[in-house]
């Protein structure tokens, strides 16, 4: 195995008298397609949330690279090139898809203009265009608000706009959830793609056969920790389930 | 490949001249627009000689440019899904406080209206900055926030004057500002649709106007890519409250006096003129030129009727109910399409 490109180490988040994260462990390979399986309350939502900024664990250590970093922003976790594709997507509907995508991110014309906050909206759009394009995500019309697209067409903004600015790491949380037969599988293109440019990408999903599908790799939590490391190719489903459901032992100590 | 089957026949149908036609009626700036129109048609066919007149136009831009200065910052401020009902009450405190400025430093000359001026728009920034640490800090909600804080300015405008109406304003301010002409523009006007172009400007094509249409679109997704959503509410309510401060200047210049009780019904006017303007309640958009547009329909729409002689007061029951019938329609638009 080579040098993990994310390390998280004993996890540690309460809420109130809830523990949510009980020394939980998660590794991410460079360049793989990892998947987070777990029953509800395994403790997935929580292990995310800490990796994008979203929230600050109460103890626990997380190495990038070998490195100790500390994450306590979603800022934070974008600058060391993790992109994060939320559940709700986190899309502005009344912007367009470019407005989105460039969304924190704006370029702005250059000189006086620039100093002046002005937009390059024809620069952002076509740089927008570039990237759907090139990522295989068809809007039917670039100028329309998110708001007037369908949910396969938003899906598409929203992981393009991970893959856009990703350079190591994009997570997704359930990221086939909300769609049909068709969308998923450009979502599953989409993700192949991302593997294919160099980026690892972690997936949170409750569909076993589309995890069997896609991932590489597949690491099981179960009440806050985790509890089994599978790769795909040499398990069966059912050896997958009966760790999520504690029929058999957990592979580590917490 | 089975997407492209489906793009293709979509985008003939859109790109028709009647899907144009029928997206430029839907548009609420355009409805608006062509309701203003036919209201001063209508009125210019009633009263040939008296309505269509440059001096009665000219008198109608004069008396709405305040609450077209109100309209700008209050776009803003909606645009991003908050509320300010104080800037009324603002624009009073802030004419009090000006008056009270030029006082204390005396004289007659341009310094003193410097003075005034400043004083006037640090009182609009001073009321924005506490509606926003209260909205931002303490997360009350911003109608609870600024309907406190409009009382507070009225009230402290009252208890700073005794209630009577303060007159100290240098001549000058009235005479070339108030009753001022510019290349034979009225100076309120051209203060004002200045104020309109560069508002128009920052909203729909600088990164502030961007962020602030994100925050009211989705203040969660605007959080999350980076933007500091906390520090923008507070200049939003800064920018509303110089924008009030800034008319309670004007309105100073004009009347040459403090009109602590002429601006009660300022903000409905305003607030009529914002959402007929095609600014959502809900926030994600707004349009500064359509403000500057929808201000003039209750604006025509009174002066129609004093040229009919209907009782004035009746005006503000009219504003009431298209108020409720405008936002009622931007409700509907708004559930057809989240659904």
Known sequence: MPVPLLEVTNIAKRYGHIEALRGANFTVYPGEIVALLGDNGAGKSSLIKTICGVTKPDAGEIRFNGQVVTIDSPQASRDLGIETVYQDLALAPDLDPAGNLFLGKEILYPGLLGWLGVLDKPEMRRQAEASFARLNVKLQDINAKVVNMSGGQRQGVAVARAMVWASKIILMDEPTAALGVVQTRNVSELIRQVKAAGVAVVLVSHNLPYVFEIADRIEVMRLGRRVARFVTAETTMDEVLDAMTGVTAPQEAA | ?339
């Open chain 2, 1 to 339: 490949m089975a997407d492209q089957s489906q793009a293709v026949p979509v985008v003939p149908a859109r790109a028709g001249i009647g899907a144009l036609l029928r997206s430029m009626l839907r548009s609420q700036a355009a409805m608006t627009t062509a309701t203003l129109l036919v209201l001063m048609a209508f009125f210019t066919v009633l009263f040939p000689s008296k309505f269509l007149t440059v001096f009665n136009i000219q008198n109608l831009l004069i008396d709405y440019s305040g609450i077209v200065l109100l309209g700008v910052g209050l776009t803003f401020v909606m645009t991003s899904e908050c509320f300010d009902l104080s800037i009324g009450a603002t624009l009073v405190l802030a004419s009090v406080l000006g008056v009270e400025a030029m006082v204390l430093v005396g004289g007659e000359g341009w310094s003193t209206v410097l003075v005034g001026l400043a004083a006037t728009l640090l009182t609009g920034a001073a009321v924005g900055v506490f509606n926003g640490f209260l909205v931002v800090n303490l997360r009350i909600p911003s109608i609870i926030v600024t309907l406190g804080s409009l009382n507070v300015a009225q009230g402290l405008a009252y208890v700073l004057t005794g209630g009577q109406d303060m007159h100290e304003i240098p001549n000058l301010m009235v005479d070339s500002i108030g009753l001022g002409r510019v290349l034979g523009i009225p100076a309120p006007v051209l203060v004002s649709g200045i104020a309109v172009i560069v508002g128009a400007f920052v909203l729909s094509q600088t990164r502030f106007g961007r962020h602030t249409c994100a925050l009211g679109s989705n203040k969660e997704a605007a959080r999350r890519a980076g933007i500091d959503v906390n520090r923008l509410s507070i200049q939003l309510y800064v920018l509303s409250g110089m924008c009030a401060g800034l008319a309670g200047f004007m309105s100073l210049a004009r009347f040459g006096t403090t009109t602590l009780s002429g601006h009660s019904t300022d903000f409905i006017t305003a607030l009529l003129g914002v959402v007929l303007g095609g600014t959502s309640l809900f926030g994600g958009v707004g349009t500064v030129l359509g403000t500057a547009v929808g201000v003039f329909i209750p604006g025509v729409l009174s002066n129609g009727l004093i040229l009919m002689s209907v009782f004035p007061y009746w005006q503000l029951v009219i504003v009431g109910l298209v108020l409720c019938a405008v936002v009622y329609a931007d409700l509907v638009k708004r559930r057809q399409r989240d659904d």
